[in-house]
Structure formats: C-alpha cells, structure tokens
C-alpha cells in the first residue's frame, strides 16, 4: 500500500508523475460528481417533479455533513489511500448498480433517495481522506502547487462536467449518465491505485473511534494556528460555496442584465479562480503567506461590495473576475496552511473539520439569499458577503500566529 520515501522532490510538483496521477484520479472524481448529482437532479425532477428533487439531494446532504467528522477519524485510522481506494470503489459500485436500475424499470423517487443517501455517506468518508492525501505524495514546500493543481482540477471539472452530463443525458438519458458517472469513478479508483505514498512516522495509538475524534477536535481547538485558520476558512468559504451563485442569478435578474449577464459575470468569476490556481501552481513559493492569504480576503471583500453595487454589466463582470481571482488565491492558500501545519496523525481529522466549515456553513445562508434580496435588493446581499469576508480578513490580520504563518519548505520541515 505503501512505497519508498517521497521526502525529496527531484522536480517540482506539476512534473511530478505520482502527484499528476493523484491529479488524475482527483479531476475523475469530481467530474463524476457533477455528472452523478446532474444525473441525479434530472432524474428525480422525471420522477416526481421539480418539488421533489430538494428532498433527493437533502438525502444525500444531510449524512454526508453529519458523518463528516466520523469519516476524518476513519480516514486517519486506516490512511487516507486505503479508505479513498474504498470508498471510491464503493461508489463507483453504486452508481453503476443506479445505472442498471434506472436502465431496467422507470425511476422512483425512494430509489434516487436511497441512492443519495449512500452516496452522501460513503462521500463523507472519501472526501477527508482524499483531502488528506497531497501531504503523503509530495513535499512540503510542493503543497502550494499541489493545491493550485487542485483548484485548476476542480475548474477543469466543472467546465467539463456538465457538458457530458448534458450530451450522455440527451443520448442515453439518466441511466446512460449515472453510467457515465460510474465509469468516471472507475478511471479514478484506477489511477488512485498507482499512487504512492509515504508512510507515516511511527504508529499512531489507537482508541475508540469516539475518543480519537474528541482528540482531533482537541488538536484543532488547541492548535495556535490551526484553531483561527479553521474559523477563517469557515467565515471566507460561507458565502462563495454556493450562496453567492444564487444571488448571482438574483442579481441579474433585478438589474435586467438577464440569463446571458449573469452567464458573463461567473464566467468571468471562473476565469479569475482558474488564473489563481495557475499562478500558485508554476510560482515555486508564497512569502508570508499568512498576510498574503488575509490581504486577498481584504480584496475580496471590496469585490463583493463592489460587484453588488456596479453600475453596468461591464464593471460586474470586471468585480466578477476580480473576486474568482483573489478568493481562489486565499482559499489555495489556507488549504496549503492546512496541510502543512498539521501532523499527519490528524490530517483526516483536520480535514473533516474543514470539509464540514464549507459545506455545513454555507447551506444556512441558501434561505437567507432570496429573504435578503426581495427585502432590501442584492446590492445588501452582497454587502453581506463582503463583511462577512472583511471578518475572515481581520481575524487573520488580528492574530498573531496567522498573520506571521509561512509555508514551509523541506528544509524547515
């Protein structure tokens, strides 16, 4: 399971063969995912019209945030490349048996429920321990490409994402895209199994799984800079993991700049994240990249403002670009503070905390978006989300060990 000692790159990340497999096996993954959850929304508004298809995909939601911080201490448990093998095959195993289902006999909405609801708990154990894995495939001073691969990745995937769910759809409909997912999920389960990856240190004592979870938690609440960096992550990701999309569209409609603006405006959006990532991938280092990561917050912050309060199409697809551009470069650079600050007894763990920061956090604001624009205009909202990001800002800046937070390099290390 695992192989020699990582420890001393001969190249830098993006030439790396075994971090470009893990990059490989990641961009197939999340590809699956946005063609299974498309494949799974078209499938359950077939089956019982659009009223139904919150309740599928809350199926899937609601274990994986639950299960999360369960799925960080399994993760550290058992290593991350054994429970993201596992749990990947198992849900390339269950999408495909969706597939053969829906191929044999309509879909019901119990059955899409069901299938969600697996997904959504296996997805709670996958996503720690792929999270947990950039640290065991490459060095230190590495893990701020590697996060920046990983941002292009996920861009990558959700460009291409839909555009297979929507031919497979219109070809085969749900069961040829839930097969497609499935097969996606099997390009990523077999390039996961050529990955090496470095042992830990020692051997971890084991406990109840209780226990060694309240001990993670311990670790992160103690931690001088893990226990702020985690609040900044849960504060700056609140509103840009889903919320601001919705008042996005709201935005767009109130300002008469229709379907097309608002599809000018993210993809703009897109364009500056995608550019982020390019940029921490080829740059060999960020210095003082604890001001770094609260200055782009800083920025931010003004876009979000900014762009609920342009005057013309133009300027919100220049505020649009401007805030892909520098949340992209904070949220690389607090994923890398993560994975280097962490011992690697707790990085399951810690990740879980994280994971759950950005995806439990930002669905409460989701109620908040349509209450706030049909009461006060879109322009509040996105004020909203700027002072929201300015907080994340200033509790970077305020402390101490986070304002003065470096990557390490191997020599540090």
């Given at each position: 399971?695992?192989?020699?000692?990582?420890?001393?790159?001969?190249?830098?990340?993006?030439?790396d063969a075994n971090v470009l497999r893990w990059l490989t096996a990641y961009t197939a993954s999340v590809a699956g995912d946005v063609v299974y959850f498309l494949a799974l929304s078209w499938a359950a508004t077939r089956a019982g019209g659009p009223s139904q298809v919150g309740l599928v995909v809350a199926a899937g939601a609601l274990p994986r945030a639950v299960l999360m911080l369960g799925g960080g201490v399994v993760a550290d448990r058992?290593?991350?490349?054994?429970?993201a093998v596992l749990s990947d095959a198992v849900r390339c195993a269950?999408?495909?048996a969706a597939a053969a289902a829906v191929a044999l006999a309509p879909a019901h909405i119990w059955l899409l429920a069901v299938v969600a609801l697996i997904f959504g708990v296996v997805d709670a154990v996958f996503m720690p321990a792929v999270g947990a894995l950039p640290p065991r495939i490459t060095t230190v001073d590495q893990?701020?490409?590697?996060?920046?691969?990983?941002?292009?990745?996920?861009?990558?995937?959700?460009?291409?994402?839909?555009?297979?769910?929507?031919?497979?759809?219109?070809?085969?409909?749900?069961?040829?895209?839930?097969?497609?997912?499935?097969?996606?999920?099997?390009?990523?389960?077999g390039t996961l199994l050529t990955v090496r990856v470095t042992p830990p240190a020692g051997t971890p004592r084991r406990t109840s799984a209780r226990n060694e979870l309240r001990d993670g938690l311990r670790y992160v609440r103690r931690h001088r800079l893990l226990a702020p960096l985690v609040a900044v992550i849960g504060l700056s990701e609140m509103c840009f993991s889903g919320p601001v999309a919705t008042g996005l569209v709201l935005l767009a409609d109130e300002r008469g700049w229709g379907a097309e603006g608002m599809g000018w405006v993210a993809s703009a959006f897109s364009i500056g994240a995608t550019a982020s990532a390019l940029l921490l991938t080829v740059v060999p280092r960020v210095p003082r990249a604890g001001t770094t990561m609260s200055a782009?917050?800083?920025?931010?912050?003004?876009?979000?403002?900014?762009?609920?309060?342009?005057?013309?199409?133009?300027?919100?697809?220049?505020?649009?670009?401007?805030?892909?551009?520098?949340?992209?470069?904070?949220?690389?650079?607090?994923?890398?503070?993560?994975?280097?600050?962490?011992d690697p007894r707790y990085l399951g763990r810690v990740t879980s905390v994280t994971t759950l920061c950005t995806l439990g956090l930002a669905p409460v604001l989701f109620p908040a978006v349509g209450v706030t624009v049909a009461l006060w205009g879109a322009g509040t909202f996105f004020a909203g989300c700027g002072a929201i990001c300015l907080l994340a800002a200033v509790l970077g800046l305020s402390v101490p060990a986070l304002r003065h937070a470096e990557l390490k390099s191997s020599k540090s290390a």
């Open positions: 399971m695992s192989a020699p000692d990582t420890a001393v790159p001969l190249r830098p990340a993006y030439r058992f290593g991350p490349r054994r429970v269950v999408i495909l893990l701020a490409r590697v996060q920046g691969m990983r941002g292009l990745s996920i861009r990558l995937s959700n460009a291409v994402g839909p555009l297979v769910a929507g031919a497979v759809l219109v070809s085969g409909g749900a069961a040829g895209a839930f097969t497609a997912a499935g097969v996606l999920f099997a390009v990523s389960l782009a917050l800083l920025v931010t912050a003004a876009g979000a403002v900014g762009l609920g309060q342009a005057p013309s199409l133009a300027m919100a697809v220049a505020f649009g670009a401007l805030i892909g551009l520098t949340s992209g470069f904070a949220t690389t650079l607090t994923g890398a503070l993560v994975q280097t600050e962490t």
